[in-house]
């Protein structure tokens, strides 16, 4: 393993969140390092079109944008590293960050590692992604203006994008696995009043169809085994995230497997670690979001360390 070296600001992830903080941070003229385990976008390079990041009135590919955004901050001397990040340690004042190959240590840390969208693991989810699967009805609702969709999920979100779906689609089927809901009964009554609305319990998606897009979605009966298709030109899926902690048991253990809680300078409970875009606590899940939120990271930190 390589020896420690020092940085002024450790970036964990190189998602919208890690890339905002990154540009705010290099042109404070702060020495930053961004660790990455895969490629620069995180979950935004999955977006096959982003048409609500402003400044892009006529859309933008996610990977596009992810590049751009890659760019900006490596103009303003960010440096990266395409690593795995496995542990995080305090080691005094300092952080120490290990990866399999080096270890690296600076003052301020911030978590930026995103989260992973649970997936049904059905047939035809990964090949129709972007083509009708969607696990975000924000960022894609208005693709499907006067269209059929299905919703799967039992929760407040799952609920709650139902009723925003409604904005743009003729119909809803909200598919859920069991008779009851996770979801506050007020969302649940919501859902259940809205005529554009109608449940389909008891039940779980054994398969996505179509051939180019979504067609239809083939759903059995859990008590019965019985099955049908559920023709519609979009599936949401809503059956929540998994934020990516896995390696902070040593210095945020309450947090392995969970989403992070931050003050509005986006600080953890150790002073000068961050947790920022949708790995913090009450996070909105957007490019937007997370860019802000990385920013305002950024301007705090560089305030502490000045
Ligand atoms: C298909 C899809 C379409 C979307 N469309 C839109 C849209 O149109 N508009 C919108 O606003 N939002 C959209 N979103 C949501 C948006 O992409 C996310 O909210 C945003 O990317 C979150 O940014 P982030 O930086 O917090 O995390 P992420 O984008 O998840 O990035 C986290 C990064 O951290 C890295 N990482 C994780 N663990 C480690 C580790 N141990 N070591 C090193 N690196 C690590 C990951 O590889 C990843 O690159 C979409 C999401 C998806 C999946």
Redesign the pocket.
Known sequence: MSKNKAYDVII???????LGAALYCGRSLLSTLV????GAG???A??YD????PGFEDGIA?PDLSEKMKDHAARFGAEFKIE??SDVLQNGKAKKVVTKSASYSSPVLMI????S?RKLGVPGEERLA?AGVS??AT??GAFFRDRKLVIVGGGDAAMTEALFLTRFASHVELIHRREGFRARPMNVENAREHKKIDFTLDSVVEEIMGEQKVEAVRVKDVNTGEEREIDCDGIFVSIGHDP?TG?LGNMLPSYVGRTVPVDMNMETDVKGVYAI???RMGSY????T?VSDGVTAAMHAEKTLS
């Open positions: 964990i992830g190189a998602g919208p969140a890690g660790l990455e385990k895969m995180g979950q935004l999955l977006a982003v048409d609500n990041y996610g795995n990040v930026a590692s995103g989260a969208h972007g696990y975000c960022c894609d990516n390696y875009g949708d790995v899940r957007q490019v937007a997370a």
